[in-house]
């Protein structure tokens, strides 16, 4: 949804940052949960160090499940601002579908690795490690490019709507 807000609210920035730093430090330091994963099916007991990676790396998890959820709220309540008045329609359609693809993966990418880590569901883990991690990691460096078309190149003022305000 969105509204005639030029810039996003302050806790809706705060949930940007704070969930995008989340996610990359789990998608950066996730060797401890494979590791514990791997050790709990061949039947043996990860060591202490691997089961306290993957228990933070769980709650990590859970803690952007729970944010998205907020942030979801917030904008359905506050709204968000319209693209660009120059952008290209075609970058507008693909600007929304890369936001709702977000979204998305802020809740699949949980729940998956819940279906794995909390009940064993193998292609819950095989979702979760393989192709909603890598869509997660596209849609991360198509949206830093994106940002830097719109700063650089478009010149438009895009950045500072999710940081200064």
Known sequence: MTSA??????????LHWLMAALI????LV???MEETVEALEDGLVPSADDL????????????????????LVLRVVQGAPDAPANEPPMFKLAAKVA???????F???PFSGIGKYYFGND???????????????????????????????????????????
């Open 107 to 109: 809740i699949a990418i």
């Open 52 to 71: 306290a990676g993957a228990n933070l790396h769980a709650y990590v998890g859970i803690a952007v499940l729970c944010l998205a959820v907020i942030r």
């Open 5 to 14: 807000v030029s810039v996003y609210s302050i806790p809706q920035r705060v």
């Open 24 to 27: 990359i430090f789990n998608l």
């Open 99 to 105: 936001h709702w693809s977000f979204y998305g993966l």
């Open 30 to 32: 996730a060797e401890a």
């Open 123 to 165: 292609t819950a883990g095989f979702l979760h490690g393989g192709p909603l991690k890598s869509l997660m990691w596209l849609l991360i460096a198509v949206h830093i490019l994106a940002v830097l078309v719109h700063q650089f190149y478009w010149k438009t003022s895009l950045a500072q709507r999710m940081t200064k305000g």
